[in-house]
């Protein structure tokens, strides 16, 4: 089973319309999760941390289950710009060790 | 403005020879840096951690002598891809963390394209 898995996708979906990715980590010691945004050919950039009570960041929400170790993106009012891979990230630590572990991502694709 | 420089964008090489790549945080001093390789429609594979005046810690299935990591200032880190081939080609991309990492934000290069022919 993979550390951090995700549906690859591709989701399309049209100009304001709400969509959701799901992410599965296997590490249950895992302490910190994330979500960043890489777009085609790019570096990957922070979008968001997930905190476990749920956090929101304008048209983004972001929820964390512990128990079920599942993370989720909701994505409001699609903009064409938020077209990109949307790479869910887990650190866990090991005594003084931190390894960050990306999912393969999950790619959306905002149309007209 | 870009916080982690990465040089060069593009390589392409031929089979046999040797690229190096640098690394550079900007404005902050990297104590830790990263490196990552990623394949077409794959997630970022971590290749190794590089620490500053010691020698880098490598994940497994990484082999240390053909890709060479120096981390000889606190401003820069080199992968060197050594007796590149074909199957090397890939996406590499570094990262810099100057504190803790559960902060998550992990400064990331612009990243390197490198072709082998």
């Known amino acids: 089973r993979k550390e951090v898995e995700q549906d690859p996708g591709p989701f399309n979906v049209p100009e304001g319309a709400t969509v959701a990715f799901n992410c599965t980590y296997s590490n249950s010691a895992s302490q910190s999760f994330f979500w960043y945004r890489q777009d085609c050919r790019k570096e990957p950039k922070l979008l968001m941390s997930?905190?476990?009570s749920g956090n929101e960041d304008g048209r983004f929400t972001a929820q964390l289950n512990r128990a079920s170790q599942y993370i989720s993106l909701l994505i409001r009012d699609s903009k064409l710009s938020d077209s990109a891979t949307y790479l869910c990230v887990v650190n866990a630590v090991a005594g003084t060790a931190s390894k960050l572990t990306f999912g393969t991502g999950t790619r959306l694709q905002v149309t007209l | 403005g870009a916080v982690v420089s990465q040089h060069p964008s593009w390589v392409i090489c031929k089979s046999g020879t040797s690229v190096k790549i640098e690394c550079r945080s900007l404005d902050f001093q990297a104590t830790t840096m990263f490196w990552y390789r990623q394949f077409p429609k794959q997630s970022l594979m971590l290749m190794a951690t590089?620490?500053?005046?010691?020698?880098?810690?490598?994940e497994q299935g990484v082999e240390k002598d053909k890709f060479l990591i120096n981390h000889a200032s606190l401003t820069l880190s080199t992968l060197t891809v050594t007796s590149a081939h074909p199957e090397d080609s890939s996406f590499y991309i570094c990262?810099?963390?100057?504190?803790?990492?559960?902060?998550?934000?992990?400064?990331f290069g612009e990243g390197s394209r490198l072709t082998v022919l």
């Open positions: 997930v905190y476990s």
């Open positions: 590089s620490n500053e005046g010691s020698k880098a810690t490598y």
């Open positions: 990262s810099a963390s100057a504190v803790n990492l559960n902060t998550g934000e992990l400064f």
